[in-house]
């Protein structure tokens, strides 16, 4: 059975430490949805009612785009070890951006990572548990160095021009603020 709060506990917390991955999950108005899986360490607890994770140069630029839209946001992690879990986080998310006064506030939390893009903060409304039972086993390996490899070889100014290109529409054409 599903269990929700408002806030995150400590065993929570803790959880969500533990994971390699996690999901992101945004909608327009009227568009398609958009799942995401994100990685390596962009993922921060800043308190029980908020959470924030690095993002990173990509393909597309959805998470933003939705969130400027109607601020809807959801995380999801589960577990793939022995003591299965689900958990999800419904917000309010906020985009925050290199030019943002909030930019210091929130980017020393994180690695610096060559290809950051912004940071995406979600202020939670309600917590989610749920069993789990069905998903499978997986074993971590490590993680995946190509995004970050990519980025490194491009370099800044390639990487503005890419962004530039290719992050500043949803794919439902909307504006994604970038």
Known sequence: MAKFTETLSDSIIEFIQEQKMFFTGTAPANGRVNVSP???DTFRVLNEKEVAYLDLTGSGNETAGHINE???LTFM???FTEKPLILRLYGKGEVIKPESKQWEVYATLFPQITGTRQI???NIESVQT???FAVPFYE???ERNVLADWAEKKGEDELGKYRDQKNTLTIDGKPTGY
């Open 38 to 40: 994100k990685g390596m």
């Open 70 to 72: 109607n601020s809807r």
């Open 77 to 79: 992690f589960c577990s």
């Open 120 to 122: 995406i903060k979600m």
């Open 130 to 132: 749920s069993c789990g």
């Open 140 to 142: 971590f390996k490590s």
